[in-house]
């Protein structure tokens, strides 16, 4: 059974970082992409950032490129997202994926596991 669970989450202020970690089981998980979606109160979940298997190729949304950063260690199964100069707008609830099923990486039908979600709030 393929678990993802999410952790690292909390209220931070405005140009505060936080890093989120995903550990996953129940696969093997140095051979598969990882991704990271969120989605804020009233809106649809937006992708933020993914990564390879190896860990060599990453893409990012435009809202968070050069603050955010994702990486992964396959030795712990578990991928993180180290994010730097939080705005208000990046308050959400953020979400690890397993990248399942072919198609483009910033399209959550493309991933087929889900983590639970941890929440991040950016007070201004």
């Known amino acids: 059974q393929v678990q993802l669970v999410e952790s690292g989450g909390g209220l931070v202020q405005a140009g505060g970082s936080l890093r989120l970690s995903c550990t996953a089981s129940?696969?093997?998980?140095?051979?598969?992409?990882m991704g990271w979606f969120r989605r804020a109160p009233g809106k649809e979940r937006e992708f933020v950032a993914c990564i390879n298997w190896r860990g060599g190729t990453t893409f990012y949304s435009a809202s968070v490129k050069g603050r955010f950063t994702i990486s992964r260690d396959n030795a712990e199964n578990t991928v993180y997202l180290q994010m730097n100069r939080l705005k208000p707008e990046d308050t959400a609830v953020y979400y690890c994926g397993r990248y399942g099923l072919n198609g483009y990486y910033n399209d959550a039908d493309t991933y087929d596991y889900w983590g639970q979600g941890t929440q991040v709030t950016v007070a201004s």
């Open positions: 129940g696969h093997t998980f140095s051979t598969i992409g």
